[in-house]
């Protein structure tokens, strides 16, 4: 539950529009300041202070939040995340220039510090409630603040925060920096007091002294947390902000949580007058990245633009207002050495240190790019070991407008040690585009032949990176395979046309093609052509190609003409087929051996596998052989797509284990490094999320679901490449995503929404061709939803249909109908509706199917009475499932199977450590009912309490917790007592499991 913020409510739409007359009053009463208000007792409070002072005169300017460019955007999710963390010592809002830290501290503290009545609250949805809480002094910190310039403001700003008369402060406030006494008679004082200090300091990054804030920061560790600070900074803050965010005390806003969110910068638009379409809305967002300065910026030019659509489409860092706002608040503060990493490695999309000390001839590249993204913001940092890192898209657009300027040689030398990076490093697709890029056209064929399987696009979305030149014609006429080149390049960027367009250019020119390499030719040539073929949705011609691409390894060579065999796609993206030529020449291929076999089973199969998954089919033992055979090959980015949706396949036919290692072995791939390859690490999480989801561990569900989106969040219509057709390949995925998210619902006592999820995911696999397998589980799922919300003879019906229409794979179907006649009390119907999952072609069933209906079998046997056959049963569904880890079908099965699991243990099991648990995990449910907050304790912990608890969890003794928080031990034990009366344990282990159980930590 967030916090309260005291606001005055928005006005319409969320945004303060210009209104004529908006002044400062110049009577007594209030001090407008736009939206929201402060009372003039508060105003005239911060002035006197600031005149007050014995040491120099002081501004009452840098007292108060200044004022803010209309229309200002009310953001209730970002105000209601500082009230949250204003509840705790230390709220940092951290980003580079023109993140809006400012305009957002200056929204909240006005809010906070308004006229809308004692007690006004904002909640997480900015909605309107009734609360007390203390008012924020402001201090707007200069360039050149030092220890006691900076004391003379925080003087001031705590004078003007507490009341004399109400929540006096028993201790002088010094001018000047403190010294230890003083220091700590005013944290004396401060913990005395019944309301917190709380204080804002805006710009907190330009004290570059770290002895200035030591004052700070010993009011924070000895003031029981009565003093609170909202910052806000760019780079190089001097607190400690490691101990604080260790401690728990440090609540962090950065960049990805002030970005614009879509509905925010519709709103932003509307408060302008500007009015686009919702698809230009989100490419504006993606394109700006939601930083809020382009946004605004974007927002007045527009108002004068008469196609803002059109505009939106063309907008980027390059232009004149946001070139200047990056060289003057961004690139200024940057070191000349960085600048210049910067500029050269904009060159590419996402760039390591490897790579960056390529690039530049240097060796600390690691060094100054941590820099850049942690402290400094610039660069977005992913996870993945070595880190890459990639640059916001609007400050690549202006780093590429400055290297473009370079000299020709240097900037074709760049080129260069590109391509020669990425093609030993694994990214031969890049390594292609800069060899083209520099017009090294040997390098560029010679990379392509070599590498020609990994340079199929898979990910579907193209890029956005411009075409290289291309080559003359007279270098393709000398060797068409260039022209080849060129075509996996365009192929891979998702620009079929071109594509195409090259594919016949090399076409025209093969004759000229001694026989050995016409061979090689028209593979390749064929390669592509399937490629092509893909891309366009053509699933009959991937087939068909496929099968051409294959009979290469023993068919003679070929005399591909003008028009023929690689004359480009016809309109559908079908080619024709290629013409036999002189024999002798089988055999030559671009590796040759055993090794370009396995490179054409891989790609081939792959392509196959991707085009029957689109279909609506599992075809698991495919992409299973197409994985062997890329590994065979020694092609990690094949390997990794076939092994990613064999991971999800093998973990929906139940093989739990070999799902996991499959997923997390791809997972680890370099492919998957620097934000490549999302689509396919999404299919790999997905995987990790189903085997989740059976060995009932939900919050692991959620968390792979939440990473599996690139995979599960389907195609948008403008985010399909020129001339390539939506790909239908994720619906599968989708589908698999919603049972996932529907069974999780009945899990939350939600069978009502389940069912929805499932109807809509039925829904969009109906057209597709062979997607009876899927279909059959979601129906399955459904009909279960339905029984369990009393309808069972709604369930039945729409199983019956079904089961009649007699279209395998059946299992799933009769096994669900089983189950809802027994649910609905008719044991024998159940029985008779149950097949037999002990037969031999059983063991071609999905194992969690099996398992369920080995699971009623037994509990139908022990309901009729023979509890022998009933354990028998039971013990053989154990063995089935215990070796994958399946729990679910046991925990969240009827009342009897948790009675039936009970009795088993008294009368003896091969199996018992596990069915102990599963009788656990079977109660749980029962005990948890719907999702519900967990109870509130009767007294609450305090702050300090619930930090020191979050250490009770860790090994560290009391001394060590004390010494940590600066606390005496003597302290810590009597929170430590404090804790335990009031969680009612007696023990630390005891106090941290009911903790966990009420969610506090």
């Known amino acids: 539950m967030v916090g309260p913020a005291r606001v005055k409510p928005a006005r319409p739409e969320g945004v303060n529009l210009r209104r004529p007359g908006n002044r400062p009053p110049t009577g007594g009463g209030t001090t407008s300041w736009g939206w929201g208000r402060v009372t003039e007792r508060q105003s005239g409070a911060r002035v006197a202070a600031a005149r007050g002072t014995t040491g120099p005169p002081l501004l009452a300017s840098r007292l108060n939040p200044p004022a803010l460019p209309e229309p200002v955007l009310a953001r209730p999710r970002l105000l209601s995340r500082l009230d949250a963390g204003s509840a705790g010592p230390v709220t940092l809002v951290r980003a580079p220039a023109g993140w809006g830290k400012t305009t957002l501290l200056v929204s909240w503290t006005r809010l906070v510090g308004g006229s809308a009545g004692e007690g006004a609250e904002v909640r997480a949805d900015g909605s309107l409630g009734h609360g007390p809480g203390p008012t924020p002094a402001w201090v707007s910190v200069e360039v050149g603040d030092d220890g006691d310039r900076l004391w003379s403001y925080l003087a001031a700003a705590l004078r003007a925060t507490t009341d004399p008369a109400l929540d006096p402060l028993d201790a002088p406030v010094p001018d000047r920096a403190p010294r230890p006494d003083q220091l700590e008679l005013l944290a004396a004082a401060l913990a005395a007091r019944e309301q917190p200090v709380l204080l804002v300091l805006d710009d907190l990054h330009r004290v570059?002294?770290?002895?200035?804030?030591?004052?700070?920061?010993?009011?924070?560790?000895?003031?029981?947390?009565?003093?609170?600070?909202?910052?806000?900074?760019?780079?190089?803050?001097?607190?400690?902000?490691?101990?604080?965010?260790?401690?728990?005390?440090?609540?962090?806003?950065?960049?990805?949580?002030?970005?614009?969110?879509?509905?925010?910068?519709?709103?932003?638009?509307?408060?302008?007058?500007?009015?686009?379409?919702?698809?230009?809305?989100?490419?504006?967002?993606?394109?700006?990245?939601?930083?809020?300065?382009?946004?605004?910026?974007?927002?007045?030019?527009?108002?004068?633009?008469?196609?803002?659509?059109?505009?939106?489409?063309?907008?980027?860092?390059?232009?004149?207002?946001?070139?200047?706002?990056?060289?003057?608040?961004?690139?200024?503060?940057?070191?000349?050495?960085?600048?210049?990493?910067?500029?050269?490695?904009?060159?590419?999309?996402?760039?390591?240190?490897?790579?960056?000390?390529?690039?530049?001839?240097?060796?600390?590249?690691?060094?100054?790019?941590?820099?850049?993204?942690?402290?400094?913001?610039?660069?977005?940092?992913?996870?993945?070991?070595?880190?890459?890192?990639?640059?916001?898209?609007?400050?690549?657009?202006?780093?590429?407008?400055?290297?473009?300027?370079?000299?020709?040689?240097?900037?074709?030398?760049?080129?260069?040690?590109?391509?020669?990076?990425?093609?030993?490093?694994?990214?031969?697709?890049?390594?292609?585009?800069?060899?083209?890029?520099?017009?090294?056209?040997?390098?560029?064929?010679?990379?392509?032949?070599?590498?020609?399987?990994?340079?199929?696009?898979?990910?579907?979305?193209?890029?956005?990176?411009?075409?290289?030149?291309?080559?003359?014609?007279?270098?393709?006429?000398?060797?068409?395979?260039?022209?080849?080149?060129?075509?996996?390049?365009?192929?891979?960027?998702?620009?079929?046309?071109?594509?195409?367009?090259?594919?016949?250019?090399?076409?025209?020119?093969?004759?000229?093609?001694?026989?050995?390499?016409?061979?090689?030719?028209?593979?390749?040539?064929?390669?592509?052509?399937?490629?092509?073929?893909?891309?366009?949705?053509?699933?009959?011609?991937?087939?068909?190609?496929?099968?051409?691409?294959?009979?290469?390894?023993?068919?003679?060579?070929?005399?591909?003409?003008?028009?023929?065999?690689?004359?480009?796609?016809?309109?559908?993206?079908?080619?024709?087929?290629?013409?036999?030529?002189?024999?002798?020449?089988?055999?030559?291929?671009?590796?040759?051996?055993?090794?370009?076999?396995?490179?054409?089973?891989?790609?081939?199969?792959?392509?196959?596998?991707?085009?029957?998954?689109?279909?609506?089919?599992?075809?698991?033992?495919?992409?299973?052989?197409?994985?062997?055979?890329?590994?065979?090959?020694?092609?990690?980015?094949?390997?990794?797509?076939?092994?990613?949706?064999?991971?999800?396949?093998?973990?929906?036919?139940?093989?739990?284990?070999?799902?996991?290692?499959?997923?997390?072995?791809?997972?680890?791939?370099?492919?998957?490094?620097?934000?490549?390859?999302?689509?396919?690490?999404?299919?790999?999480?997905?995987?990790?999320?189903?085997?989740?989801?059976?060995?009932?561990?939900?919050?692991?569900?959620?968390?792979?679901?939440?990473?599996?989106?690139?995979?599960?969040?389907?195609?948008?219509?403008?985010?399909?490449?020129?001339?390539?057709?939506?790909?239908?390949?994720?619906?599968?995925?989708?589908?698999?995503?919603?049972?996932?998210?529907?069974?999780?619902?009945?899990?939350?006592?939600?069978?009502?929404?389940?069912q929805r999820l499932l109807v809509e995911a039925r829904g969009r696999i109906a057209d597709l061709p062979a997607a009876a397998e899927l279909a059959h589980r979601l129906l399955a799922a459904e009909a279960d939803l339905r029984a369990a919300r009393g309808d069972v003879d709604g369930a039945r019906e729409l199983l019956t249909d079904r089961v009649r229409d007699g279209i395998e794979p059946l299992a799933p179907l009769v096994v669900a109908l089983a189950r809802v006649e027994a649910r609905a009390g008719d044991p024998r119907a159940a029985g008779r509706s149950l097949p037999d999952w002990s037969a031999p072609e059983a063991a071609d069933w999905p194992l969690p199917v099996r398992v369920e209906a080995g699971l009623l079998d037994a509990v139908l046997a022990r309901d009729g009475g023979d509890e022998r056959r009933a354990g028998r049963l039971l013990e053989q569904v154990l063995d089935l499932a215990g070796p994958e880890g399946l729990r679910r079908v046991f925990t969240h099965a009827e009342p009897a199977v948790r009675d039936l699991l009970a009795a088993h243990l008294d009368s003896g099991t091969a199996h018992w450590p596990t069915v102990s648990d599963l009788v656990r995990g079977a109660d749980e449910p029962a005990e948890r009912g719907p999702a519900e907050a967990p109870p509130a304790l009767s007294e609450p912990l305090t702050e300090r309490e619930l930090t020191i608890l979050r250490y009770l969890q860790s090994i560290l003794s009391n001394v060590e917790i004390a010494s940590e928080l600066s606390l005496s031990v003597n302290t810590v034990k009597t929170h430590v007592r404090n804790i335990y009366r009031k969680l009612d344990a007696t023990r630390r282990r005891e106090a941290v499991r009911r903790a966990r159980e009420l969610r506090l930590i």
């Open 208 to 754: 570059t002294d770290p002895a200035a804030l030591s004052g700070l920061e010993f009011l924070l560790r000895h003031g029981e947390q009565r003093l609170r600070l909202v910052v806000g900074a760019r780079a190089g803050l001097p607190l400690a902000v490691h101990r604080l965010r260790l401690a728990g005390e440090l609540t962090e806003i950065g960049p990805d949580e002030l970005a614009f969110t879509d509905d925010e910068v519709a709103d932003l638009l509307s408060a302008h007058g500007v009015r686009l379409p919702a698809v230009a809305v989100r490419r504006l967002r993606e394109r700006t990245g939601g930083w809020p300065a382009a946004l605004r910026f974007a927002a007045l030019a527009l108002d004068r633009q008469p196609d803002p659509a059109r505009w939106v489409g063309q907008f980027g860092g390059d232009q004149p207002e946001i070139a200047g706002y990056l060289h003057e608040e961004v690139l200024a503060a940057v070191d000349p050495g960085a600048r210049e990493l910067l500029r050269r490695t904009a060159l590419a999309e996402t760039v390591c240190a490897d790579l960056a000390d390529a690039l530049t001839g240097g060796v600390d590249a690691e060094r100054v790019l941590s820099d850049l993204a942690g402290d400094g913001g610039l660069l977005s940092r992913d996870d993945s070991r070595p880190p890459w890192y990639r640059c916001h898209p609007l400050l690549t657009d202006l780093l590429r407008a400055e290297l473009a300027r370079l000299p020709a040689d240097e900037l074709r030398e760049l080129h260069l040690r590109a391509a020669g990076w990425y093609a030993d490093n694994g990214r031969p697709a890049d390594g292609l585009r800069h060899a083209l890029s520099a017009g090294d056209w040997d390098r560029a064929t010679e990379l392509f032949v070599a590498r020609w399987p990994e340079l199929a696009p898979y990910d579907g979305s193209g890029t956005s990176v411009p075409a290289p030149a291309a080559p003359p014609p007279e270098a393709i006429r000398r060797d068409p395979e260039l022209a080849l080149a060129c075509a996996a390049e365009r192929a891979h960027a998702g620009d079929v046309a071109a594509a195409g367009g090259y594919l016949r250019d090399a076409a025209a020119q093969a004759g000229t093609l001694p026989t050995p390499r016409r061979d090689r030719f028209l593979r390749l040539a064929t390669a592509l052509e399937l490629t092509l073929a893909r891309l366009t949705g053509d699933h009959s011609e991937v087939r068909a190609a496929a099968a051409r691409l294959v009979r290469t390894r023993n068919a003679p060579a070929t005399a591909p003409a003008e028009g023929g065999a690689t004359g480009g796609p016809r309109p559908g993206g079908a080619t024709g087929e290629p013409v036999p030529a002189a024999p002798g020449t089988a055999g030559v291929g671009p590796r040759g051996g055993a090794t370009d076999d396995a490179d054409l089973r891989a790609f081939a199969g792959t392509a196959l596998g991707l085009t029957e998954l689109a279909d609506g089919q599992l075809p698991a033992a495919r992409f299973a052989r197409a994985s062997a055979a890329a590994r065979e090959a020694g092609r990690p980015r094949t390997e990794l797509v076939a092994a990613s949706r064999s991971a999800l396949l093998h973990a929906l036919h139940g093989e739990l284990r070999a799902a996991e290692a499959s997923a997390r072995a791809a997972l680890a791939m370099p492919p998957c490094h620097g934000w490549a390859c999302r689509l396919d690490c999404g299919y790999a999480y997905l995987a990790l999320a189903v085997v989740a989801l059976h060995r009932d561990q939900p919050e692991e569900v959620v968390a792979n679901l939440a990473l599996a989106a690139p995979a599960i969040g389907g195609t948008e219509p403008d985010d399909v490449p020129p001339g390539a057709q939506p790909s239908r390949a994720e619906t599968a995925a989708e589908a698999v995503a919603a049972l996932c998210r529907a069974l999780l619902r009945h899990d939350q006592g939600d069978p009502a929404a389940g």
